[in-house]
């Protein structure tokens, strides 16, 4: 039987900031635009932290009945060490669901804006086939490209939507940032897992790609934001505080270039992930002043 520890563990807190930065990003232009509303904003959060955690979960389950996770580099995960029955963690991967589809729909009669319900849907939907189901996407080299559309466009550009009832230009650069933040995160996750992922039979992006790609990959993504705190910055100069996050990801990078394999990447995780939130963070300050 799992411990509290064990549980606390399968959360994967880490990977939180994928999910807080594009919420905070899309309020912040929701603000720009004038349309920032706290009720929503935290509701939305719920959503988003709700998702992520239902992805964790459906992960370690889908992952550990097809017996992938019998050979890990990263962090133990439930089902596949045997530490908690793979029907617990189902049943907690749905629960998540559950409260981010309530959430979802509180967010959806506050706002009026009920044509969302589909990207709701799209979005649970795409959270179980990560790994879920008799051919998950995940496996198939797309679990990058899914990352930044939810993450990105679909959590930044909603959460704006549905506070500011529009989108505009700095919508769009802050969901391309945080997508690309979150494929950056992925992209390292996976660029460790390689060995194991190939002799599993999981063929990730990273997988395809090779490690010297991969690597290429994940330094493009992760100085990608910064890109756009400059294009942003040319119109608010406040959005340059962006660039606060550029000191985050200097070690990541040199890791990354320099070859770091195995447990080595960890603090790659971790860097980008936090990376991610200050970026956010920053440039909602920016935006905010501009």
């Not at 920032?36 to 009945?65: E, K, M, Q, R, W």
């Not at 990352?147 to 769009?172: E, H, K, R, W």
């Amino acid at each position: 039987m799992a411990s509290v520890a064990e549980w606390v563990e399968g959360v994967r807190v880490r990977t939180w900031p994928n999910a807080v930065a594009p919420v905070i990003a899309g309020s912040a232009t929701a603000a720009g635009a004038a349309g920032f509303d706290l009720p929503l904003a935290l509701l939305s959060l719920v959503v988003a932290l709700s998702l992520i955690t239902g992805v964790n979960f459906a992960n370690d389950y889908s992952d550990g009945i097809r017996g992938t996770d019998e050979v890990r580099t990263g962090p133990r995960r439930l089902v596949g060490s045997g530490s908690a029955r793979p029907g617990s963690v189902l049943g907690v991967a749905l629960g998540c669901f559950g409260i981010a589809a309530v959430a979802g729909l509180a967010v959806l009669y506050l706002s009026g804006h009920w044509w969302l319900l589909s990207l709701g849907a799209v979005s649970i939907a795409g959270a179980w086939f990560y790994t879920g189901g008799k051919r998950p996407y995940g496996y198939a080299g797309w679990g990058e490209l899914a990352v930044f559309c939810f993450f990105g466009p679909a959590a930044v550009l909603g959460t704006m939507y549905v506070q500011a009832d529009s989108i505009n230009g700095s919508g769009i650069g802050a969901a391309v940032a945080m997508g690309a933040f979150s494929s950056a995160v992925l992209v390292a996750n996976n660029l460790r897992d390689i060995p194991t992922d190939r002799q599993s039979g999981k063929r990730t992006l990273a997988v395809l790609l090779g490690d010297r790609d991969t690597r290429t990959l994940y330094v493009t993504l992760v100085l990608a934001p910064f890109l756009i705190t400059t294009l942003t910055g040319l119109r608010i100069t406040p959005a340059l505080l962006g660039f606060l996050a550029l000191a985050l990801v200097i070690s990541p990078i040199r890791r990354v270039t320099r070859g770091d394999t195995g447990l080595s990447l960890l603090p790659v995780l971790r860097d980008t992930g936090l990376a991610m939130l200050l970026w956010a963070v920053a440039t909602a300050v920016g935006l905010t002043l501009g």
